[in-house]
């Protein structure tokens, strides 16, 4: 009788110990969203851009990889291209995409830039990945003179995954 009087003593003392299960990941989705989660929400027609459709996010950074001298683009376009580290640069994601801008884009190449996609159009616009309907007011230049990755890759390769490689350095 001792024991089980014991036992249940110390049990019941154990558990007015035990606090509620707290949920620690709750917190707020940070405004920063890469180009490859992007590109992912294109899913065959256009998509407004907002924070339900972006999880959360609502900004994307990278840097400006093409020459709006060069008139290699439609007026009022840009190319950017993010790089996501990782601590294996094997498996560093590269990813890009055409910016169609409300007025001609005065970004030279290499300026990182953050951009408000909110209310953004993603669709493709002559067979590329594009956001269009972006104000020179939701443009913010970081840094300029930063180099974008240019990523080898052989023609067959280009060939089979074209995804990957749209509107990134080859």
Same mark, same amino acid.
């Given at each position: 009788?001792? &024991?089980? +009087? $014991?036992?249940?003593?110390?049990?019941?003392?154990?558990?007015?110990?035990?606090? /509620?299960?707290?949920? $620690?990941? /709750?917190?707020?989705?940070? #405004?920063? *969203?890469?180009? &490859?989660?992007?590109?992912?929400?294109?899913?065959?027609?256009?998509?407004?851009?907002?924070?339900?459709?972006? %999880?959360?996010?609502? $900004? *994307?950074?990278?840097? =400006?990889?093409?020459?709006?001298?060069?008139?290699? &683009?439609?007026?009022?376009?840009?190319?950017?291209?993010?790089?996501?580290?990782?601590? %294996?640069?094997?498996?560093?994601?590269?990813?890009?995409?055409? !910016?169609?801008?409300?007025? /001609?884009?005065?970004?030279?190449?290499?300026?990182? +830039? @953050? !951009?408000?996609?909110?209310?953004?159009?993603?669709?493709? =616009?002559?067979?590329?990945?594009? !956001?269009?309907? *972006?104000?020179?007011?939701? =443009?913010? =230049? *970081?840094?300029?003179?930063?180099?974008?990755?240019?990523?080898?890759?052989? +023609?067959?390769?280009? @060939?089979?995954?074209? #995804?990957?490689? #749209?509107?990134? &350095?080859?």
């Amino acid at each position: 009788f001792r &024991l089980s +009087l $014991t036992m249940l003593v110390l049990s019941a003392g154990l558990s007015s110990c035990m606090k /509620e299960d707290f949920n $620690t990941s /709750e917190g707020k989705v940070g #405004e920063m *969203i890469t180009l &490859l989660d992007v590109r992912q929400a294109y899913k065959g027609s256009d998509v407004t851009l907002n924070t339900a459709s972006l %999880n959360g996010g609502t $900004t *994307i950074s990278g840097i =400006v990889i093409s020459d709006k001298d060069g008139k290699n &683009l439609p007026a009022n376009s840009l190319v950017l291209q993010q790089t996501a580290a990782s601590s %294996n640069s094997f498996t560093d994601m590269t990813r890009g995409i055409v !910016i169609n801008m409300t007025t /001609e884009p005065a970004y030279a190449v290499g300026d990182s +830039l @953050h !951009i408000n996609v909110s209310g953004g159009k993603l669709g493709r =616009v002559g067979g590329n990945l594009t !956001i269009s309907g *972006i104000t020179a007011a939701q =443009v913010t =230049v *970081i840094a300029t003179g930063k180099a974008a990755l240019v990523r080898p890759v052989t +023609l067959g390769k280009l @060939h089979s995954t074209m #995804e990957y490689y #749209e509107s990134t &350095l080859v």
